[in-house]
């Protein structure tokens, strides 16, 4: 054995390579926001390739009508895996990432207030991920019983494969990582902000991430607790979720949408957080109504943990319940309207600077909205039993998390990949992905709305050659095929960028959060001096000392 | 009978009702001096609404046939009428109140939020204990009892938050903290009641039928035990937690229009300038 045992390198440069002495080890036992919050992103991303692939077989599957691709056992799995993997391994890592590297930024700390937790919260991820995608390699595969793993399929005597325990394995691992996550948001951004940053001026990112923070830590234990149900159920023979042993099926379904809902929040609130950051920058102006764009947030939230049972419309709850909750359902489109009204009134009238990120953050807007607009039609209890189930709802659900969470993702990416690294993406590169995005997604998922108007239900491994089906299976097929190749343009850009892009400066979009007054990528430290903070915009006020945002603040 | 005889026959002036709100409105008036503000009316209307609940027919029906319109009454008595009462009633004048022993000392005690948000969310959870509820139903002074101890429970738990008195109010990001746990404790009894299944109180299975109503009720508006449970338990869930939600909005619109100065100040020492420095800790 050798007696040298490596010690954790002192960090000097800000990402240090992984080739130098320690490269490695400097990554891996950092604690440092920053290096955690890279490592979150590049993990995404790995995930997002993985899920993407899985994403692709089950297109080929269905490019025409009773094709032998895959078996319909792969297939399961494939559409099982592709969901666990977007949803809990791609957009929570990645916006959690985000968060993660940019909340100390925003608000002038140093690090997170617990920077080991920090690292604990990544590295339960990575171990979920392996958990889950270990499963493969499992005598029967990967589990098949979708990402909501309804039981009692996904009880013992319906899923007699390893596959499904192993799925809440990770997941559990995963959860725990969010909860913490969450804690370590939460105490970080009450506590550890700059003299001035009072709670009314925080980055609406941040303010995004505080009220995600505490939906995390209030619905992650629910669906925990359901997992650790299950695995009693699956290891030790309980019977919490099976009918014939006094159990209740349903109860599975009330955990899992009470969880699952306030989750899609979850998904697309930091989202909202990244579009009222970029679209004010590019458009120049200040974010139009502040106040309602924060209020609103926590008006969702309340809201997301009370409608659930929308999910739930075909069990047959009884009338009375859909229609509450159809009511409920609906209120929601009232503060998320409102933040729509506000992005756009923040781009009226305004100097708009259409760089990618900007691009990237309309189209937000624009998919997001058709993907609420369906989601207002699903609310309503007789239209959801049309369609529930087909590919109305997988058309609604990409619309609302590719349309809306990975666009917000990838105008986060564009934005602050010169502060990460130093380092402009191309510009070129980027409208090449952002036009190949537009025409992949809308390809491949508006057409599913018909579809699935039509009738053809999801989660089944191929379709008869129904009048039309095929065709329209294979328009969306290659769509996502126009999907990949915008992902591997985006890759390239990423690589190419960080090769040879050129040098960003520390403010190279001319923002006013704290993050782009320290040099990038930002030092180890992050601050030599950080600007006082006197307003919402606290660079801005650093530029123009005669205007500030608040004409009371101009006292030095 | 039909449904408009029903709503018109079954009014019910109870004496104790209206002494209660004449009491409150003479009260009001000899203590403000008579002088009537824009808050006068929402306390006015808050008496309004305390009589409404308990002489309409909501009481006579929330008591013997549908738990249903118990539940509104319920949400009207601890979370309307406390809620406007303390609206109404002005700072100077609660100023002077609270310098009255023992009324001062003891809303020091119960206007502590711990204890308030217990008292609000408990006064859901016991008086809703399906024997408790079935016994009250059926005694009149327990009736009357568990009605004013909604409405003095409502004051307490909205004092926190709407307090006349600003210094007695919870900041604005604690007070949504306080209101949204406060929704959810009312979210998990909803629940309970709406998914248990029919029966759970088993006053309004067989009521005494004096009337002559309940085939109406039953049949023409397809009011059974276990739609009525439904109802009852998904009004309080989602009518009785977007009351909470509005009040947070309330407390968050006013914390953002109010002075910077009125916020708390981060102390912590992580949050003063950071000094050039390549230590790592």
């Known amino acids: ?556 | 009978m039909n449904i408009w005889q029903v709503l018109s026959s079954t009014w019910n002036m109870e004496p104790w009702v209206l002494i209660t709100a004449l009491a409150l409105l003479v009260g009001y008036g000899i203590t403000t001096g008579f002088r009537f503000t824009k808050l006068s009316a929402l306390y006015i209307l808050g008496v309004l609404i305390f009589v409404l609940a308990l002489v309409s027919p909501l009481d006579y029906l929330g008591r013997t046939y549908l738990f249903s319109a118990h539940m509104i009454q319920h949400i009207l008595l601890l979370l309307i009428v406390p809620l406007l009462l303390l609206l109404g009633i002005p700072k100077a004048l609660a100023e002077r109140a609270l310098k009255i022993e023992p009324l001062g000392s003891a809303m020091k005690v119960l206007g502590n939020p711990i204890i308030a948000w217990f008292l609000g969310v408990g006064a859901m959870w016991v008086w809703h204990l399906p024997s408790l509820h079935n016994t009250v139903v059926a005694n009149d002074n327990l009736y009357i009892v568990q009605q004013i101890s909604f409405v003095l429970i409502g004051i307490i738990f909205w004092w926190p938050v709407f307090s006349p008195v600003e210094s007695r109010r919870l900041s604005p990001l604690v007070s949504t903290l306080y209101l949204s746990s406060a929704c959810l404790g009312c979210t998990i009894l909803g629940m309970l009641i709406t998914f248990a299944g029919a029966g759970l109180y088993t006053a309004y299975l067989n009521p005494a039928d004096s009337i002559g109503i309940l085939p109406l009720l039953r049949g023409e508006l397809c009011l059974t035990p276990g739609v009525d449970q439904q109802i009852g338990g998904l009004t309080m869930w989602v009518p009785g937690c977007l009351i909470y939600l509005v009040a947070s909005m309330v407390t968050i619109a006013r914390w953002y229009g109010a002075p910077e100065e009125s916020e708390l100040i981060p102390n912590s020492g992580a949050g003063r300038l950071a000094t050039a420095s390549h230590k790592n800790k």
């Open chain 1, 1 to 556: 054995m050798s007696s040298r045992i490596p010690i954790v390198p002192e960090n000097i440069k800000p990402l240090p390579l992984l080739k130098e002495n320690e490269g490695m080890l400097s990554w891996v036992a950092s604690v440092d926001h920053k290096q955690i919050g890279i490592m979150y992103l590049l993990a995404s991303m790995v995930f997002f390739v993985i899920g993407g692939i899985e994403a692709l077989v089950i297109r080929i599957q269905l490019a025409q009508p009773e094709f032998g691709f895959i078996s319909p056992e792969v297939y399961n799995q494939m559409f099982t895996m592709h969901g666990t993997t977007m949803i809990f391994f791609v957009v929570m890592p990645f916006l959690i990432g985000v968060g993660v590297y940019l909340v100390p930024l925003m608000i002038g700390a140093r690090d997170m207030a617990f920077p080991r937790l920090n690292a604990l919260s990544f590295w339960l991820v990575i171990f979920g991920g392996i958990l889950l995608y270990y499963s493969f390699f499992t005598q029967s595969g990967a589990s098949e019983v979708g990402w909501f793993a309804y039981a009692p399929l996904s009880e013992k005597p319906f899923s007699l494969n390893k596959g499904p325990t192993y799925w809440v394995l990770g997941l559990l691992a995963v959860g725990i990582s969010s909860v913490a996550s969450g804690l370590n948001n939460i105490v970080t951004i009450l506590t550890m902000r700059i003299k001035g940053m009072t709670i009314r001026r925080l980055p609406l990112f941040v303010w995004m991430i505080l009220v995600t923070s505490f939906l995390l830590v209030f619905v992650i234990p629910v669906i925990a607790s359901a997992f650790s149900m299950m695995l009693l159920d699956r290891l030790l023979g309980a019977t919490f979720f099976t009918p014939a042993h006094g159990g209740s099926a349903i109860l599975w379904q009330h955990f899992f949408w009470g969880f699952g809902h306030p989750e899609v929040y979850i998904l697309i609130l930091p989202a909202f957080g990244i579009i009222s950051e970029v679209i004010p920058v590019f458009s120049r102006k200040p974010i139009f109504g502040y106040e309602f764009v924060a209020g609103s947030t926590v008006a969702i939230g309340l809201l997301s943990v009370g409608v659930w049972a929308h999910h739930m419309f075909a069990v047959g709850l009884g009338n009375v319940a859909n229609l509450y909750f159809s009511l409920a359902s609906m209120l929601i489109a009232i503060p998320t309207g409102v933040k729509v009204l506000n992005w756009v009134a923040t781009m009226w009238g305004g100097k708009i600077y259409f760089a990618t990120p900007m691009l990237f953050a309309v189209a937000f807007i624009i998919e997001f909205v058709m993907g609420g607009l369906t989601g207002v039609a699903i609310a309503s209890a007789p239209i959801d039993w049309v369609v529930t189930d087909s590919y109305f709802i997988v058309a609604h659900f990409h619309y609302v998390l590719y349309g809306g969470s990975l666009f917000a993702i990838f105008a986060g990416v564009y934005y602050w990949f010169p502060k990460f690294t130093g380092r402009m993406m191309s510009e070129t590169l980027g409208k090449w992905h952002f036009w190949l995005t537009i025409v992949g997604f809308n390809m491949t998922f508006f057409i599913q709305h018909f579809l699935g108007v039509m009738g053809m239900p999801r989660r089944t491994y191929t379709y008869q050659d129904f009048p039309y089906w095929g065709s329209m299976n294979l328009v969306s097929t290659i769509g996502a095929l126009i999907l990949a190749l915008s992902i591997l343009v985006f890759i390239w850009n990423i690589f190419v960028s960080l090769r040879s892009g050129k040098e960003a400066g520390n403010n190279p979009w001319h923002a006013w959060t704290l993050e782009w007054a320290t040099s990038s990528p930002p030092a180890v430290h992050n601050f030599d001096l950080v600007p006082p903070v006197r307003g919402r915009r606290p660079l801005w006020d650093l530029e123009h000392p005669d205007t500030p945002d608040e004409p009371n603040a101009k006292v030095v």
